[in-house]
C-alpha cells in the first residue's frame, strides 16, 4: 500500500481543514492554501491494514464492512471501493475495477470526511447547520427526519446555509463554533417535488448517489461560526419547540454524534461525552415538533426566524 502517486491534485477547504485530492471533490470550495490533509488513490490491502490497526472492531452495514479502531478506520463497500482514513490526516481509496473514482466523491465528503475531523478532535453531529436572521442554528435527528429539507427551505427564504450532513463542532473559551462546509444541500427526488421545486434546479449528485445536489444562493463561508442553538427534529400533530433540560440535552448529542456506533471501537465514549457536555452547557437544545405534511415548513420557519436564542422555553404555532 503505497499513497505516493503522480496524479495530478487539487486543493480544497472544508470545515478549516484542505485537503489535497486526487480526484475531483467538486461539492468542495477550491483552495490556494498549503494543505494539510489529503486524498490519494492507492492499493489498500485489508490483511495488511488489518494488522496495522490497533485492536479493530469489525462492523456490517448494508453493502457495507467498517473496521474500526483507535488510530483507523477502514471500510470495504461491497463492488465498489475501499476506503482507509488515517491520523487525521490521510484518506485513501482504491476503487474496484470499473468503479470511475470520480464517482466516490460523495463517500468522501461524507462517511471518510466525518471519521477525518474526528480524528482531528472536533465532536461531529449528524445534522445541518443554517443562519437565521444572523442566529447560528443546527438541525438534528434520526435519519430521514427532514434536517437537510428544513435547511434547504430555510436557504429558499434567504437564509445562509453553514452546512449539511455534517456538522462538526468545537469548543473555543465559552464560545460553541463550527467552520464553514460546502455550499451544497443533498436532497432526495421525491423532497424537491413535495416542496414544489423542479428536479432541474438541482445537480445530479453522483452516479453512485441518487440524490439531488442543490446549490443555495447564501452560503456563509466564514472560517469561525458560532452555535446559537440546536433542535433536536421529531414529528407530532403541530408545529412546537421546546427547550431540553441539560440531561436530556445531553442524551440527544450523544445519540447524534455522527460515529455514535463505533465510539467504543475508536476508544473515543468518554471524550465524545465531555464534548457532548461542553456544548450542553453553553448551548440552548431544543426539540421541534412538526407534522410529516412538508405543508408545515413555513411555519416552522416562521417560529424559527422569531425565536430569541436561550429564550423561549415553549412555542407552538
Known sequence: MNPTSSRTRSVYTVYGVNI???????????????????????????????????????????????????????????????????HGREILLDPEPGTDPEDLAP???????????????????????????????????????????????????????????????????????????????????????????????????SRLVPKAALKPERFRASEEIPLGSLFILDEGESVEIERLQQKDSLIELIRNTYLNRYLGATRKTEENFRRCNEVVREVPVFRLKRPADYSFLPSVARILEDLEVGGTERVAD
Open 20 to 86: 489535497s485530492s486526487e480526484i475531483r471533490l467538486p461539492d468542495l470550495r477550491s483552495s490556494q492554501t498549503h494543505a494539510d490533509a489529503e486524498v490519494v488513490i492507492a492499493e489498500i490491502v485489508p490483511e495488511r491494514v488489518l494488522e496495522e490497526m490497533t485492536s479493530p472492531e469489525r462492523f456490517e452495514r448494508k453493502g457495507c464492512v467498517v473496521h474500526m479502531s483507535p488510530d483507523a478506520s477502514l471500510y470495504e463497500w461491497t463492488g465498489l471501493a475501499r476506503g482507509l482514513v488515517r
Open 107 to 205: 463517500l468522501v465528503v461524507g462517511a471518510l470526511l466525518g471519521i477525518l475531523l474526528s480524528h482531528r478532535g472536533a465532536l461531529v453531529l449528524h445534522g445541518s447547520f443554517v443562519m437565521v436572521g444572523g442566529k447560528g442554528f443546527g438541525f438534528l435527528g434520526d435519519k430521514g427526519m427532514g434536517k437537510s429539507t428544513l435547511a434547504a427551505y430555510l436557504t429558499m427564504l434567504g437564509h445562509e446555509l453553514v452546512t449539511d450532513d455534517l456538522l462538526p463542532l468545537v469548543a473555543t473559551g465559552e464560545k460553541i463554533v463550527t467552520k464553514a462546509g460546502y455550499p451544497r444541500i443533498r436532497l432526495w427526488p421525491d423532497s424537491l417535488e413535495k416542496m414544489g421545486l423542479g428536479r432541474d434546479i438541482a445537480e445530479e449528485s
